[in-house]
């Protein structure tokens, strides 16, 4: 018993080696009267000497398993063998205060919390951002805005009333509220409005939310056993699992005794592989959801639009003397409005004389509306289209001027847009497209390639206007630091491909250059350039007797030259036949809504618009 107290073991271990020790010493006796009448005497001698040794044997065993015992425990190792039966802490472990909820998105815990207020859980507008980007945020006029099929809503923060298509309603709460500087959007709300699974449990709080199903690794649970906070018996518990649970696997651990699961009600943590089946592949189930349907126009032929350069009113009156060469051409966009300031005013160029010139015709008209003020400028454009007020002063203007010119569409032209203005760049497509089709006129959008303009958000702009529209050219521009064309055709071919992975290509526009550049490269290697139509181009390469020769790789005529006059070396891509006849077959190749060229007047010949026509039928 000493030895045990000395040891630290207990009670019932000291009484284990002392019946231990007494049953030892009762055989040793049951031997010796044995052997005393049942052997001689030099054999009852011998079976003495021989019990004696067994008997030190004995002893010396049980005092090296007390030391072994001691030992371990003084050092903690039974500790360790001991396995963690204790429940994790899970607001510690997630930093969650009262009324706070974690929130898992797609199989991962967020650093971002939910709240509780109002009976409801919300979560954070920048979370929520990624699950659903329609909602947009005018933080400075403090206004979430919701674009819906029946109108848009705009909701105030902390009321549960809101506007829907400028009519008041009521919710029986509200769906936007702030706390602590942050914007909240109510789940429910969300949940309703997005594809998507969405639980909220407590005891404790979480949100589990998913977005994105793909083929995933599960399991199913052997036996009962506990998912803990990390790999390892030491760790702390979240909850028991039962026999036959499905989990997802993330990490199966690769031939280590622990995998990291996921559980359906939003667990992330480790089990014993010995305690789950064999992972197998599984293809998560999408929930039942229905997409809004947003109104759209689509004309029941190929589109073929010419874009005209009007840069003043008195331009307006050539449309008369150029309608009859421009053969084929279905729609006009001519450019004719554009920003004064930064209050959102505009300067309209409009005629409605040359809308009737072309109604005459058989053309539509869908005006241009670039963001132009003196030049574009992403910066002017943050500061009108940030405000919700200059975005409506903005749309009040258009709506005046569909009306005056008996205009067929709007053609919506905003270059260089920055990353930090694309929010409300987008929200405002939203507004425009609403208004377009509550008069009835046809909403188009012009883009860069998106390999430019994925900022852009392509597939919303998709949904929202009747047509995009590729610029397909500027692959080189003024400014770029090496030579080349305009548009190669791997260059027209990819922004196609680009588009149309993210908008119907019943809905794409493709835009042609009908200009070209003419690179100048001197002494020292500096490379500069200028835009001139068709005829110039080649009108340089004729005055030096050069013969343009086709360029495989760019798919073009090709010249150069070095100059008599400046020493300089110069090269050409040639806009002409070959070129448009290979981009016109494209539209046909890629099934897409039309064709535009930039830009009226950059032509060599009628014949150019007659081979348009000719190709993408």
Same mark, same amino acid.
């Given at each position: 018993?000493?030895?045990?107290?000395?040891?630290?073991?207990?009670?019932?271990?000291?009484? %284990?080696?002392?019946?231990?020790?007494?049953?030892?010493?009762?055989?040793?006796?049951?031997?010796?009267?044995?052997? @005393?009448?049942?052997?001689?005497?030099?054999?009852?001698?011998?079976?003495?000497?021989?019990?004696?040794?067994?008997?030190?044997?004995?002893?010396?065993?049980?005092?090296?398993?007390?030391?072994?015992?001691?030992?371990?425990?003084?050092?903690?190792?039974?500790?360790?063998?001991?396995?963690?039966?204790?429940?994790?802490?899970? =607001?510690?472990?997630?930093?969650?205060?009262?009324?706070?909820?974690?929130?898992?998105? *797609?199989?991962?815990?967020?650093?971002?919390?939910?709240?509780?207020?109002?009976?409801?859980?919300?979560?954070?507008?920048?979370?929520?951002?990624?699950?659903?980007?329609?909602?947009?945020?005018?933080? *400075?006029?403090?206004?979430?805005?919701?674009?819906?099929?029946?109108?848009?809503?705009?909701?105030?923060?902390?009321?549960?009333?809101?506007?829907?298509?400028?009519?008041?309603?009521?919710?029986?709460?509200?769906?936007?509220?702030?706390?602590?500087?942050?914007?909240?959007?109510?789940?429910?709300?969300?949940? %309703?409005?997005?594809?998507?699974?969405?639980?909220?449990?407590?005891?404790?709080?979480?949100?589990?939310?998913?977005?994105?199903? *793909?083929?995933? %690794?599960?399991?199913?649970?052997?036996?009962?056993?506990?998912?803990?906070?990390?790999?390892?018996?030491?760790?702390?518990?979240?909850?028991?699992?039962?026999?036959?649970?499905?989990?997802?696997?993330?990490?199966?651990?690769?031939?280590?005794?622990?995998?990291?699961?996921?559980?359906?009600?939003?667990?992330?943590?480790?089990?014993?592989?010995?305690?789950?089946?064999?992972?197998?592949?599984?293809?998560?189930?999408?929930?039942?959801?229905?997409?809004?349907?947003?109104?759209?126009?689509?004309?029941?032929?190929?589109?073929?639009?010419?874009?005209?350069?009007?840069?003043?009113?008195?331009?307006?009156?050539?449309?008369?003397?150029?309608?009859?060469?421009?053969?084929?051409?279905?729609?006009?966009?001519?450019?004719?409005?554009?920003?004064? !300031?930064?209050?959102?005013?505009?300067?309209?160029?409009?005629?409605?004389?040359?809308?009737?010139?072309?109604?005459?015709?058989?053309?539509?008209?869908?005006?241009?509306?670039?963001?132009?003020?003196?030049?574009?400028?992403?910066?002017?454009?943050?500061?009108?289209?940030?405000?919700?007020?200059?975005?409506?002063?903005?749309?009040?203007?258009?709506?005046?001027?569909?009306?005056?010119?008996?205009?067929?569409?709007?053609?919506?032209?905003?270059?260089?847009?920055?990353?930090?203005?694309?929010?409300?760049?987008?929200?405002?497509?939203?507004?425009?497209?609403?208004?377009?089709?509550? @008069?009835?006129?046809?909403?188009?959008?012009? !883009?860069?390639?998106?390999?430019?303009?994925?900022?852009?958000?392509?597939?919303?702009?998709?949904?929202?206007?009747?047509?995009?529209?590729?610029?397909?050219?500027?692959?080189?521009?003024?400014?770029?630091?090496?030579?080349?064309?305009?548009?190669?055709?791997?260059?027209?071919?990819?922004?196609?491909?680009?588009?149309?992975?993210?908008?119907? @290509?019943?809905?794409?526009?493709?835009?042609?250059?009908?200009?070209?550049?003419?690179?100048?490269?001197?002494?020292?290697?500096?490379?500069?350039?200028?835009?001139?139509?068709?005829?110039?181009? @080649?009108?340089?390469?004729?005055?030096?007797?050069?013969?343009?020769?086709?360029?495989?790789?760019?798919? %073009? =005529?090709?010249?150069?030259?070095?100059?008599?006059?400046?020493? *300089?070396?110069?090269?050409?891509?040639?806009?002409?036949?070959?070129?448009?006849?290979?981009?016109?077959?494209?539209?046909?190749?890629?099934?897409?809504?039309?064709?535009?060229?930039?830009?009226?007047?950059?032509?060599?010949?009628?014949?150019?618009?007659?081979?348009?026509? =000719?190709?993408?039928?």
């Amino acid at each position: 018993a000493s030895v045990g107290s000395r040891s630290g073991l207990g009670i019932q271990e000291e009484r %284990q080696i002392f019946l231990f020790m007494r049953l030892l010493r009762q055989r040793e006796s049951d031997s010796y009267c044995w052997g @005393k009448y049942s052997l001689h005497k030099k054999k009852r001698k011998d079976k003495v000497t021989h019990m004696k040794k067994i008997r030190r044997m004995w002893c010396l065993l049980c005092v090296f398993a007390v030391v072994f015992i001691s030992a371990l425990t003084g050092c903690g190792v039974v500790d360790e063998l001991r396995s963690e039966t204790g429940t994790v802490d899970y =607001n510690s472990v997630y930093g969650l205060s009262d009324g706070q909820y974690a929130i898992m998105l *797609n199989h991962e815990m967020l650093d971002a919390k939910g709240i509780e207020q109002n009976g409801q859980v919300y979560i954070d507008l920048n979370t929520v951002a990624q699950i659903n980007s329609r909602l947009y945020w005018d933080n *400075n006029e403090n206004l979430v805005l919701y674009a819906t099929p029946d109108g848009m809503m705009e909701m105030t923060p902390d009321s549960s009333q809101y506007l829907l298509g400028g009519q008041t309603m009521d919710s029986d709460y509200p769906i936007i509220i702030q706390s602590d500087g942050l914007l909240y959007v109510s789940g429910e709300f969300l949940s %309703q409005n997005t594809k998507m699974d969405y639980s909220v449990y407590t005891d404790p709080n979480r949100i589990v939310m998913q977005t994105e199903w *793909n083929e995933v %690794q599960t399991t199913t649970v052997t036996d009962k056993t506990p998912i803990r906070y990390r790999g390892g018996i030491k760790s702390e518990i979240f909850r028991e699992l039962d026999k036959g649970e499905t989990l997802i696997v993330l990490d199966d651990g690769s031939g280590d005794e622990w995998a990291n699961v996921v559980t359906t009600d939003g667990y992330n943590g480790w089990v014993l592989n010995e305690d789950i089946e064999t992972p197998a592949a599984t293809t998560e189930t999408e929930p039942e959801y229905t997409e809004p349907v947003f109104e759209s126009i689509s004309k029941d032929y190929t589109i073929n639009m010419a874009w005209h350069g009007i840069y003043s009113t008195a331009a307006n009156d050539e449309l008369a003397s150029i309608i009859g060469d421009l053969d084929g051409v279905t729609t006009l966009s001519p450019r004719w409005f554009y920003f004064e !300031n930064t209050d959102g005013d505009l300067v309209t160029l409009g005629s409605a004389s040359y809308v009737e010139t072309a109604h005459a015709a058989g053309m539509e008209v869908w005006a241009m509306f670039s963001n132009e003020f003196d030049n574009f400028d992403s910066a002017m454009t943050d500061e009108v289209l940030t405000y919700t007020s200059k975005r409506r002063h903005v749309l009040d203007q258009i709506s005046q001027y569909i009306d005056a010119y008996d205009l067929d569409g709007i053609n919506l032209d905003f270059e260089l847009i920055s990353e930090e203005g694309a929010d409300s760049y987008i929200q405002f497509v939203r507004e425009l497209s609403m208004l377009c089709h509550e @008069k009835g006129v046809v909403f188009s959008v012009d !883009n860069y390639v998106p390999t430019y303009t994925l900022h852009y958000n392509h597939r919303e702009e998709g949904i929202f206007a009747d047509y995009v529209v590729i610029m397909g050219y500027d692959e080189h521009y003024g400014g770029s630091d090496e030579t080349g064309s305009v548009a190669s055709m791997g260059f027209v071919r990819q922004g196609i491909e680009d588009m149309t992975a993210m908008v119907p @290509k019943e809905k794409v526009i493709n835009g042609i250059p009908l200009y070209t550049r003419v690179w100048s490269t001197d002494a020292n290697g500096a490379i500069s350039s200028f835009s001139c139509g068709m005829e110039e181009a @080649k009108g340089y390469l004729d005055s030096h007797g050069v013969t343009p020769t086709f360029d495989e790789t760019t798919g %073009q =005529n090709y010249g150069s030259y070095t100059s008599d006059i400046d020493g *300089n070396f110069y090269e050409i891509w040639l806009e002409d036949e070959t070129s448009v006849t290979t981009r016109a077959q494209m539209i046909k190749e890629y099934g897409l809504a039309g064709i535009a060229s930039w830009r009226i007047g950059y032509e060599d010949s009628p014949n150019i618009w007659t081979i348009i026509k =000719n190709n993408i039928q």
